[in-house]
């Protein structure tokens, strides 16, 4: 194989392990998936094309707001020169380039050289702790390690600096302090000298159907599993994500704004490659942008696209809500009026003139004011987000699109669009993708797994012949081990996940998402719900109150949100912090969470869908603790085991 970097290996299967395998592409003879394949070197030359001059990357200096840019041309040469370096350092075919730091053009440009140079571009969460670096780096057979700065590096120097696979490190921020590292500008410089032989037989070799990215599961359960990712599944489904939600694939308007991880499939796909489809550009936030400054870094950036997880969704609506309640009188009465307009306008199609008053009076200076004045699609997705958050927006004619899929479909299976949408699904199919609902091989569950198939769909789990014979069939089906239903215009609903489906002692499935979100819905005070009950008689709940955050180390204070306070005010409560709350306790809060626990089961599908016992944890969930993961993902095995007294006392084991 010499005709790369389009070329195609020929072969039969749908599915592999093996890191220099190769698999057979779903290409149709007809519609979206008759698309013809390309590889991400020819997709980054036809982005060039487009508008050479044209921004591609944009990052600016927090202290003194000077940006830095890279045109498509700029980034292009910079991807080379770094893919000739790291051949000259030792990269060989699929061995892995990781990446560990928080997202920068650096990032992202190592990411798209590893790919160039013929290996692996894997990402590693930057809040990720010793062991799980050191998994990953071996489990990928790590051979460039790219870091941000010292302090990233410090976290594994340990384990690297002595690891003989390991060839050279490269660090992209900050002063260099240890030996043998070298600095990014270094790197770029070196591979400007090298010669383009070396890099130009890595692109002959390549193949579309073959390995390109790794992104690695969070591991809730267990190890993180590597999820290998094919040149075509991510170029075909950033082509079909752009095509579906009207992007302008003619170039050069499209913006975005980087912030979430870019170890993670949204963000890997969204700010690289869907970036590279219509040769957009990225801007970089700072690293306080999940702490305090979201809306600078919006202002600056000025969206035309923007993806938020369910967390930054909420934590935006709360702080709107705050400003809200010191809106008196007329400002008041005006708002009400038009979020209501809002509502009847989106889901009823009954907004009328006043709504088309309040668009041009209200909801555009809100937009203005979070920075959304330019903003054509908003999303949601790597978790349900809320009703009550997705009807808050809604009201105010901000309309979020949810998505649903996996690192393994790479990024969306399912997603809403605007002329495709339904309140509470997760949309429909991506043209050109599958999906069937299949019993679970659990015959005490009763509710349909979702699987799905189509050019989006993993090759497999690297080295895990077990794990990908397990969750996928010989021809090509994906088993997403979510619970579903799908209604007969095609929208998919999620019901929950098989292995956090609840089955009572008497047989009864409950899905424990469905009554969380509605106990969230009913009590402002509560930030996290968690339904229990498996094998047991009845279901209860864990609660925890909704505090404020330390912005720097994440971790949970004892202080209520002022939404939560302000919900302790309405019952006659005066309590300020969870010790308020706990010592004694705080009647009036006991008797509020009960009227809110009865509210939630007045709407429940079935008597063993009940909350009967509640207990409210001393402390709120979060990453440091250990009870979230990196994309704020409940980690309900952690949790349940840390808390297995708990458990035994509510039950009275």
């Not at 927090?62 to 940006?67: F, G, L």
């Not at 969206?303 to 969704?313: A, K, L, Q």
């Not at 090509?476 to 007969?488: A, N, P, Q, S, V």
């Amino acid at each position: 194989m010499n005709d790369g970097p389009d070329q195609l290996v020929p072969v039969n299967n749908y599915i592999t392990w093996k890191v220099d395998g190769a698999v057979k592409l779903r290409v149709e003879r007809s519609g979206f998936a008759s698309e013809e394949p390309i590889s991400i070197p020819s997709l980054m030359n036809r982005a060039v094309e487009k508008g050479p001059d044209n921004p591609a990357l944009i990052v600016r200096d927090p202290k003194t707001n000077e940006e830095k840019i890279w045109t498509w041309k700029g980034y292009r040469n910079d991807v080379r020169n770094v893919a000739k370096a790291f051949i000259y350092y030792g990269l060989e075919r699929f061995n892995s380039v990781c990446i560990l730091g928080f997202n920068s053009p650096e990032w992202v440009i190592s990411d798209v050289a590893a790919i160039h140079a013929g290996g692996t571009a894997t990402g590693i969460y930057p809040t990720n702790g010793p062991e799980a670096c050191e998994y990953i780096l071996k489990d990928s057979n790590c051979a460039i390690l790219v870091v941000e700065d010292d302090n990233q590096l410090n976290k594994v120097w340990n384990i690297v600096k002595d690891s003989p696979q390991i060839k050279k490190i490269i660090q992209y921020s900050g002063k260099v302090m240890k030996p043998g590292v070298v600095y990014w500008d270094d790197c770029v410089k070196h591979g400007e000298v090298l010669p383009d032989d070396d890099l130009q037989e890595r692109l002959r070799g390549m193949s579309i159907n073959q390995v390109c990215t790794l992104i690695y599961t969070s591991g809730t359960t267990g190890n993180p599993k590597g999820v290998m990712l094919s040149q075509d599944a991510i170029t075909w489904t950033a082509w079909i994500s752009c095509k579906m939600h009207k992007f302008n694939m003619a170039g050069n308007d499209e913006r975005i704004l980087s912030y979430l991880p870019l170890s993670h499939i949204a963000g890997n796909l969204i700010d690289i490659w869907s970036m590279m489809i219509c040769a957009g550009t990225t801007y970089f936030a700072d690293k306080n942008v999940l702490k305090s400054t979201l809306k600078e870094n919006l202002h600056w950036c000025k969206p035309t696209r923007f993806f938020g997880v369910p967390r930054v969704w909420e934590k935006m609506m709360e702080k709107m809500l705050e400003l809200g309640r010191s809106t008196k009188g007329l400002k008041k009465v005006i708002a009400t009026k038009a979020k209501k307009a809002g509502l009847e306008h989106h889901l009823n199609h009954n907004g009328g003139k006043k709504f088309e008053i309040f668009q041009k009076v209200v909801f555009s200076a809100v937009k203005v004011g979070l920075g959304f004045d330019q903003c054509r699609g908003f999303y949601s997705g790597a978790a349900p987000l809320a009703n009550g958050t997705f009807r808050y927006f809604l009201s105010l004619d901000i309309k979020i699109l949810e998505l649903y899929g996996l690192s393994e479909t790479c990024g969306p299976l399912t997603f809403q669009l605007p002329h495709q949408f339904r309140e509470n699904s997760v949309g429909v199919v991506v043209d050109a993708v599958k999906t069937k609902l299949e019993r679970s091989s659990d015959p005490e569950v009763e509710a349909g797994e979702i699987w799905g198939w189509g050019r989006n769909i993993m090759m497999g789990y690297l080295n895990r012949q077990d794990a990908t014979q397990k969750d996928m069939t010989d021809d090509g089906w994906f088993k997403t081990g979510d619970l579903g239903e799908i209604d007969r215009d095609g929208f998919h609903f999620i019901v929950g996940r098989e292995k956090d489906l609840i089955i009572t002692a008497g047989g009864e499935n409950v899905a424990p998402a469905l009554i969380q979100d509605k106990v969230q819905e009913e009590l402002p005070i509560i930030a996290h719900a968690l339904v229990l009950g498996d094998k047991q008689k009845f279901i209860s709940c864990f609660l925890t109150l909704a505090v404020e955050v330390n912005p720097d180390t994440l971790e949970p204070s004892r202080r209520l949100t002022p939404a939560a306070i302000d919900w302790c005010r309405s019952i006659g409560s005066t309590a300020n912090t969870v010790t308020d709350v706990l010592k004694g306790p705080d009647s009036r809060v006991m008797r509020g969470i009960q009227a809110g626990i009865d509210r939630s089961n007045k709407k429940a599908v079935s008597n063993a869908s009940r909350i009967q016992k509640w207990m409210i944890l001393p402390q709120d969930f979060s990453v440091p603790g250990g009870e979230l993961g990196p994309t704020l993902k409940v980690k309900r095995q952690y949790i349940t085991k840390r808390y297995q007294k708990s458990i035994e006392k509510i039950y009275d084991l």
